[in-house]
């Protein structure tokens, strides 16, 4: 494990040694946030130009498709070169989730990869304009489930960085609490569904009745299996002073002893190790040129993490250093979750000792001035970016670049070159998620 | 360094029985916690009465009635710092608003959705019409060790055709319309639909998706898990009560 040296904490200063820094939020438009050291900081533009993309991280080489693509009329048919163009979804009991990925291949191995999205669009981003941003919150939480309080989180930060209102303390170690709980929660189960993908129903009921109880200690402290209105600021449910915390904190101890038992049996177990080693392969190159971030890019060697990089208090003032893998193959990606439970574990420590006090009553409706802002934070599935513009108190737009969006590419380009039995452990040491890129 | 085949077994022996007692006793409150239930609203003077139905996102409210179907147990309507228990535990909850199936699973009618007692196995194909996610892990959930579907002969199947059942997750969207019908279509007859959280019941959130009527009017019955999302223990309620199990005690209607 390296530690991240030489990094910035304030937003502004691009990662991975290029001059600039982009991510796309909503790339029909040509949206951008972009970071940009020689203007004097960060602001989201529009239609970037190639001036400025030239300075970016590697530019990105658009993938060629393979002989014959074209020429599909129908998925499922031969292709002219004698390929079958598979496609995998939207219904199917595999993804467990509506999304589609086409696959091209000659037989077993896959030649070309295709995510398509879409199949969720809920019309999320639309919806919620008109809200407060308070009233937005279920939208908002309910775009992806699993990593609700990651969405409301920097939702909620983008509103208060438009609005320029303060926030208090509390809201903000609680918004921290929330996330690295649900952190725990994603890791758990990516990992639990790729053992059980190694044919081991022994080992898979362990890790899902870890997780089980992982969604039991939300449900029992944070009012909700799923910590849907955590951070709505009166949810009556939420059962988090002191002591409470100290007996949360006690429970994710428990629940960290039992994984750490149960990884060092999965460790052991050659069946399962040998199905993550070397498959789906994305070397640091790559992911850079891709633009992965998270849990992907860390497993390549990239050891950026917004909690370190571009932290949003309270993560200042944790002690956290990127978990960082070289190998960039799924073992890779597994390993860094892994051992960011253990760090999400030993977090959630560090904030109940630290606990600022009692939530006491916040005010629903703050008054907001109009304006734009943005926000960042690292979600279970990595760097998730926040655009928000607010005209009297009211939500007039949200664009929102997700990590499951961001990391489409990598993962269509490291299952490139698998066989069809590869295929969920990528998926699950990838961690994407349909509900998250669609909305 | 051998196969620890051993070793797992030795864990799994060690933690124990997990498995729920349900259906034999009633659930217990960390198997049904208060945000599976409905709130129980007091009577409040009608300016306060109607604020408090402008909270609600879903607009489940009217006065003191809440629509089972909408409500996503999402606490807005309950006083800042209400007690967690007590009022939650209500009375019968109100059927969803619109055109009941026959068998709907809170409303009066038979309770196996087949003309006759189903006598076998239940084989159940989750599909995935538009949901956040949350619906789809708690039905995983069904098959971890502390429900154990198997155990009262409910078993997924990856395929529809060997379906009984179809277990519908989140709010079919425009590009899900087709798809959900092509795989009720390619299901045996008899069939029936299990609507799996507020999406799936009435919209929820998203009742402004055209394809929200995909659900209700399919030409199957249906049964109707309102919560958003509900317990798993109240999905494995829903498809016993599917197969015409007799209710367990303790188990809402």
Same mark, same amino acid.
């Given at each position: 494990?390296?530690?991240?040296a030489?990094?910035?904490r304030?937003?502004?200063?691009?990662?991975?040694?290029?001059?600039?820094?982009?991510?796309?939020?909503?790339?029909?438009?040509? %949206?951008?946030?972009?970071?940009d050291?020689?203007?004097?900081?960060?602001?989201?533009?529009?239609?970037?130009?190639? =001036?400025?993309?030239?300075?970016?991280?590697?530019?990105?080489?658009?993938?060629?498709?393979?002989?014959?693509?074209?020429?599909?009329?129908?998925?499922?048919?031969?292709?002219?070169?004698?390929?079958?163009?598979?496609?995998?979804?939207?219904?199917?009991?595999?993804?467990?989730e509506?999304?589609?990925?086409?696959?091209? !291949?000659?037989?077993?191995?896959?030649?070309?990869?295709?995510?398509?999205?879409?199949?969720?669009?809920?019309?999320?981003?639309?919806?919620?304009?008109?809200?407060?941003?308070?009233? =937005?919150?279920p939208?908002?939480?309910?775009?992806?489930?699993?990593?609700?309080?990651?969405? @409301?989180?920097?939702?909620?930060?983008? !509103?208060?960085?438009a609005?320029?209102?303060?926030?208090?303390?509390?809201?903000?170690?609680?918004?921290? %609490?929330?996330?690295?709980?649900q952190?725990?929660?994603?890791?758990?189960?990516?990992?639990?569904?790729?053992?059980?993908?190694?044919?081991?129903?022994?080992? !898979? @009921?362990?890790?899902?009745?870890?997780?089980?109880?992982?969604? &039991?200690?939300?449900?029992?402290?944070?009012?909700?299996?799923?910590?849907?209105?955590?951070?709505?600021?009166?949810?009556?449910?939420?059962?988090?002073?002191?002591?409470?915390?100290? &007996?949360?904190?006690?429970?994710?101890?428990?629940? &960290?002893?039992?994984?750490?038992?149960?990884?060092? %049996?999965?460790?052991?177990?050659?069946?399962?190790?040998?199905?993550?080693?070397?498959?789906?392969?994305?070397?640091?190159?790559?992911?850079?040129?891709?633009?992965?971030?998270?849990?992907?890019?860390?497993?390549?060697?990239i050891?950026?993490?917004?909690?370190?990089?571009?932290?949003?208090?309270?993560?200042?003032?944790?002690?956290?250093?990127?978990?960082?893998?070289?190998?960039?193959?799924?073992?890779?990606?597994?390993?860094?979750?892994?051992?960011?439970?253990?760090?999400?574990?030993?977090?959630?420590?560090?904030?109940?000792?630290?606990?600022?006090?009692p939530?006491?009553?916040?005010?629903?409706?703050? @008054?907001? *001035?109009?304006?734009?802002?943005? @926000? &960042?934070?690292?979600?279970? =599935?990595?760097?998730?970016?926040?655009?928000?513009?607010?005209?009297?108190?009211?939500?007039?737009?949200?664009?929102?670049?997700?990590?499951? *969006?961001?990391n489409?590419? =990598?993962?269509?380009? *490291? %299952?490139?070159?698998?066989?069809?039995?590869?295929?969920?452990?990528?998926?699950?040491?990838?961690?994407?998620?349909?509900?998250? !890129?669609?909305? | 360094?051998?196969?620890?085949?051993?070793?797992?077994?030795?864990?799994?022996?060690?933690?124990?029985?997990? +498995? +729920?007692?349900?259906?034999?006793?009633?659930? /217990?409150?960390?198997?049904?916690?208060? +945000?599976?239930?409905?709130?129980?609203? /007091?009577?409040?003077?009608?300016?306060?009465?109607?604020l408090?139905?402008a909270?609600?996102?879903?607009?489940?409210?009217?006065?003191?009635?809440?629509?089972?179907?909408?409500?996503?147990?999402? $606490?807005?309507c309950?006083?800042?710092?209400?007690?967690?228990?007590?009022?939650?535990?209500?009375?019968?909850?109100?059927?969803?608003?619109?055109?009941?199936?026959?068998?709907?699973?809170?409303?009066?009618?038979?309770?196996?959705?087949?003309? $006759?007692?189903?006598?076998?196995s239940?084989?159940?194909?989750?599909?995935?019409?538009?949901?956040?996610?949350?619906?789809?892990?708690?039905?995983?959930?069904?098959?971890?060790?502390?429900?154990?579907?198997?155990?009262?002969?409910?078993?997924?199947?990856?395929?529809?055709?060997? $379906?009984?059942?179809?277990?519908?997750?989140?709010?079919?969207?425009?590009?899900?319309?087709?798809?959900?019908?092509?795989?009720?279509? $390619?299901m045996?007859?008899?069939?029936?639909?299990?609507?799996?959280?507020?999406?799936?019941?009435?919209?929820?959130?998203f009742?402004?998706?055209?394809?929200?009527?995909?659900?209700?009017?399919?030409?199957?019955?249906?049964?109707?898990?309102?919560?958003?999302?509900?317990?798993?223990?109240?999905?494995?309620?829903?498809?016993?009560?599917?197969?015409?199990t007799?209710?367990?005690?303790?188990?809402?209607?």
């Amino acid at each position: 494990m390296t530690r991240a040296a030489g990094w910035g904490r304030a937003f502004g200063e691009p990662p991975w040694g290029a001059d600039a820094w982009i991510a796309y939020i909503a790339p029909d438009r040509g %949206l951008a946030l972009v970071c940009d050291p020689a203007r004097n900081g960060t602001a989201v533009v529009e239609s970037p130009d190639a =001036a400025f993309l030239s300075r970016c991280s590697p530019p990105v080489e658009p993938e060629r498709p393979a002989p014959g693509v074209g020429r599909d009329r129908e998925p499922g048919a031969p292709t002219a070169a004698g390929r079958l163009r598979f496609p995998y979804g939207p219904v199917t009991f595999g993804l467990f989730e509506a999304g589609r990925i086409d696959l091209l !291949t000659p037989g077993e191995r896959v030649v070309s990869v295709r995510p398509q999205a879409g199949y969720k669009h809920r019309e999320i981003d639309r919806t919620v304009v008109g809200w407060r941003p308070g009233e =937005a919150l279920p939208w908002i939480e309910r775009r992806v489930g699993p990593f609700s309080v990651a969405h @409301a989180d920097t939702f909620l930060s983008a !509103t208060e960085s438009a609005a320029g209102r303060p926030v208090r303390e509390q809201e903000l170690w609680l918004r921290a %609490l929330g996330a690295e709980l649900q952190r725990i929660h994603v890791h758990l189960g990516h990992i639990g569904r790729s053992v059980e993908a190694a044919g081991q129903p022994v080992a !898979t @009921a362990q890790f899902a009745a870890l997780a089980e109880e992982a969604r &039991r200690a939300m449900g029992r402290w944070g009012g909700h299996r799923w910590l849907f209105g955590l951070l709505d600021p009166n949810y009556p449910l939420r059962r988090l002073e002191r002591p409470e915390l100290r &007996r949360l904190a006690e429970e994710v101890g428990t629940i &960290r002893r039992r994984f750490d038992r149960l990884w060092e %049996l999965a460790r052991a177990t050659r069946i399962y190790i040998d199905r993550l080693q070397s498959t789906a392969v994305l070397d640091r190159a790559a992911a850079l040129a891709l633009g992965a971030v998270g849990p992907v890019a860390r497993g390549s060697g990239i050891g950026w993490d917004d909690r370190v990089a571009d932290p949003i208090p309270p993560y200042d003032r944790l002690d956290l250093h990127p978990a960082v893998e070289s190998e960039g193959d799924a073992l890779a990606r597994i390993l860094v979750r892994v051992e960011e439970i253990r760090q999400s574990a030993q977090l959630v420590e560090q904030i109940s000792d630290r606990w600022p006090g009692p939530l006491g009553e916040i005010d629903p409706r703050p @008054a907001v *001035a109009p304006g734009r802002g943005w @926000a &960042r934070s690292e979600s279970p =599935a990595g760097d998730l970016v926040y655009d928000v513009t607010l005209g009297e108190g009211r939500i007039t737009a949200i664009n929102v670049r997700t990590a499951s *969006a961001a990391n489409w590419p =990598a993962f269509a380009h *490291a %299952l490139r070159g698998s066989v069809f039995t590869d295929f969920h452990f990528a998926w699950e040491s990838f961690g994407l998620s349909f509900a998250e !890129t669609d909305g | 360094m051998g196969e620890p085949m051993v070793g797992w077994i030795i864990q799994a022996v060690r933690r124990g029985r997990l +498995t +729920t007692r349900f259906p034999r006793a009633a659930p /217990t409150e960390e198997e049904l916690p208060p +945000t599976a239930r409905l709130p129980v609203l /007091t009577p409040l003077p009608s300016e306060a009465s109607r604020l408090r139905e402008a909270r609600c996102p879903t607009e489940a409210i009217e006065g003191t009635m809440i629509d089972d179907g909408r409500c996503l147990r999402c $606490a807005r309507c309950l006083p800042p710092g209400a007690p967690a228990q007590g009022p939650w535990d209500g009375p019968e909850p109100r059927p969803p608003r619109g055109p009941g199936s026959a068998g709907s699973g809170n409303g009066p009618g038979p309770d196996s959705v087949w003309a $006759a007692p189903f006598a076998r196995s239940l084989h159940v194909f989750p599909i995935d019409v538009g949901s956040c996610q949350a619906c789809n892990l708690e039905v995983l959930a069904l098959a971890n060790p502390y429900y154990d579907a198997s155990r009262l002969g409910i078993f997924f199947t990856p395929t529809p055709r060997h $379906a009984d059942l179809l277990l519908v997750m989140g709010v079919p969207t425009a590009a899900m319309e087709e798809p959900f019908r092509r795989t009720l279509e $390619a299901m045996p007859t008899p069939k029936a639909i299990v609507a799996v959280g507020a999406c799936a019941v009435s919209g929820g959130l998203f009742r402004h998706l055209p394809g929200r009527w995909a659900v209700e009017s399919a030409p199957v019955p249906v049964i109707y898990v309102p919560g958003c999302p509900p317990a798993p223990v109240q999905i494995l309620a829903a498809l016993r009560r599917a197969v015409g199990t007799p209710r367990a005690e303790g188990e809402r209607r």
